[in-house]
């Protein structure tokens, strides 16, 4: 059973920065995707960017591209989220997730989604 514990986040100033860390235990392959999710209240949860593990594969959404980056400790099965230039509508929970079945390029398809976090707030003041 694949277990996932989000550290990380909080408050920050717009401009600001905050990392997010989320170490995965339980799992008995290295071809998956990682990810992070952001769910705003009252929104629904869209992907914020993604890893192939076997791959070093990455994918980021439109609105943070450029201002968050992905990495990893593969000792520790550990992914982060590193964010930089905060705004105030990266305001929202973010969860991190592994998906069921791996591939080169990193899946985005919620449905592909089997293990999840316990979600970590973000609040970006202006």
């Known amino acids: 059973q694949v277990h996932l514990v989000q550290s990380g986040g909080g408050l920050a100033q717009a401009g600001g920065s905050l990392r997010l860390s989320c170490a995965a235990s339980?799992?008995?392959?290295?071809?998956?995707?990682m990810s992070w999710w952001r769910q705003p209240p009252g929104k629904e949860r869209d992907i914020v960017a993604a890893?192939?593990?076997?791959?070093?594969?990455?994918t980021y959404s439109d609105s943070v591209k450029g201002r968050f980056i992905l990495s990893r400790d593969d000792a520790k099965t550990t992914l982060y989220l590193q964010m930089y230039n905060l705004k105030p509508e990266d305001t929202a929970d973010y969860y991190c997730?592994?998906?069921?079945?791996?591939?080169?390029?990193?899946?985005?398809?919620?449905?592909?989604?089997?293990?999840w976090g316990q979600g970590t707030p973000v609040r970006v003041s202006p």
């Open positions: 997730a592994v998906s069921r079945t791996g591939g080169d390029v990193p899946t985005e398809s919620i449905y592909d989604f089997a293990h």
């Open positions: 890893i192939s593990w076997a791959t070093g594969n990455t």
């Open positions: 339980g799992h008995t392959s290295t071809d998956f995707t």
